[in-house]
């Protein structure tokens, strides 16, 4: 094999003196197990030693030696290029879909474009780079057949917050995106979904719909390079016909904003332990509330704590002091915890809250802190203990009966799993059961979701049916119109997650089609997101961390029928960019109570619930929804446009 030619898959960062910092950076992205497209890279020093001819034959054979096929991605990597102050961005050439005849030259005309002006003056303006941190390695990769191409910083570029991504999305190669050439579609990606940021007259709802399925996998990917590399990255990224998602070029942020870090006094009051008086205001706060009710009422609930936070302005802050005293021995061994701001309620119109496991719960915390304290010198947060649960549900009081809805794992009332059905009198006696079998369970461990295989159905004995009846009477003395969130550890003990104080608009009597999640009559064309695994990490994260509110709808859209799995909670997102009068949904599984659902009632989305449907409708079929006949039929284009 051509040696001279490190393929890119043995590369790291210690190599970037050798084959510059491009290359080096792919490297990287292989070793994270990211599909990096096939490729080798010809280093300057060996360039040097190369006429045309004499490279023309080394060239094909490495290529022949490692089985690559044309097209090729023909592509700089200097020593300089790519760094943590100068990216070098555009300064020297690349060039796209070479064939194998034209490889020398392109890669020699490559290399030269470390001689052109606007590189001596770039390297000036940056500070003065010079000499060998010019000489350009090249590299030599097969070209990405890219439907779509984009570019995510893993931090957002405006305000430097590391939780916020932002992408931006063309159609076809990227070389449109980068030179600038096409206005691109462009979205703040969060844990729980996206906000369209700029739209173009070329992105459709369907270029919509597809970024949404892909956004979970964008992050996770996204969140996986910057903890490799230990700081925000400005990924460049292809997505090929069946989505996948290929990384071409990695690199740090060079132009973030600086966040200047505060120093904060901490004090920390055991929930359990305190009375109403000693916690003030805050008794009265969202999950402190919970426990001081679910105590009263005799419910089993998770350990929680209250942290009260008071900036120290005379003190300099550095990374390891900013938040003193660290938090108490048993807060910190608490293997999961959920951070949620308590005291303001929101910021900047949002929830902030963070999950966190044992092992980073020091830096979570801190994380929080910054992330408040850049605008309060005094806040509140509150730290819930999250206990795990073999299964979970929701239940809430429809008159004389109680609805209840089970599913294995964590936190099914999201909406993230087909759940079994339970209707019960208000002593808790069953009346009635729909069972449905299950095909996957989430398991939160070390702060990650987990998922299983499980094809069972969910069941509650008669003992737990009388224990969410229980707590269904306590939540109704203290809330207007609760749901209450419930779990079942791994021994049988029944213990409270939430409870959920509903709109006056949920207090109708339950209704006897459970199919029939938010009443109406729809016609519109078919959107389908079937990117499941993804929406259901999303929706489960969405309780984890920082929850920011929908932007206002921007206004009169196409009318759709979005087709999913489930009532996922991230399809909210993708929800609240549109006129709530512009959609409807239909769901192959459906949960009466999740999240979702309750949210369509209120804005008077229609949805049901019909899994014929969701098996045979298509991308962009005319199909009118009817609640009241249960059924979705196809509607003409005539008929569409009345």
Known sequence: ??????????????????????????????DLGLPVPRGFVVPADVLAMQDESGLAKLLESAIAERGLCPPFAVRSSAVAEDGAHASFAGQFATELGVSGTGLAG????????????????????????????????VIVQELVAADLSAVMFTADPLTGDPDTYVLEVVRGPGASLVGGMTEPFTVRVFADGME???????ADTRIEARVLGLSGRLRAMGRAITRHRGAPQDVELCVTADDLVIPVQTRAITSLPSTARRSFTLRYVEVGLATRSALGDLAERDKVRLRMVAESGGLSVGRAWIICAAATPDRCSTSGDSVDPPPPADLRAVPQISFVLQDPARLSGAIVRRFSAAAGRIADLEAMVQIVGRAHDRFALIATEIRQARLSGVARRFGEKILIEVGFGAFVPKGVVATSQYVCSLDGEILQCEPTVQEHLFLIEDGQARTERIDQVPELSAAHCRSVAKAVEVANEHYINPSVEFGVDEPGTFFLIDFVEESAEGAEPRPDNLSVLSPGHFRGRVVRVE?????????????????????ESTGSDDPVVVVARLPYLSLERFMRQRDPRSMAFVFRNGSYLSHLSIVLRELGIPAIVDAEAYEALRVDEHVVVDTGSGKVSTASRHEEAR
């Open 1 to 30: 094999m051509t040696t001279e030619f490190p393929e890119l898959s043995s590369l790291t960062e210690n190599d970037r003196q050798r084959v510059g910092g491009k290359a080096a950076g792919l490297g990287e992205l292989h």
């Open 106 to 137: 392109a890669v020699l005309r490559c290399a030269s474009s470390a001689d052109h002006q606007n590189v001596s003056y770039y390297a000036e303006a940056v500070g003065g780079q010079q000499g060998d941190h010019l000489r350009v390695s």
């Open 196 to 202: 369209v940021v700029n739209r173009p007259d070329w």
């Open 531 to 551: 990117d499941d695994q993804v929406l259901m990490h999303d929706s489960l994260d969405a309780h984890f961390h920082n929850d920011r509110p929908g932007d």
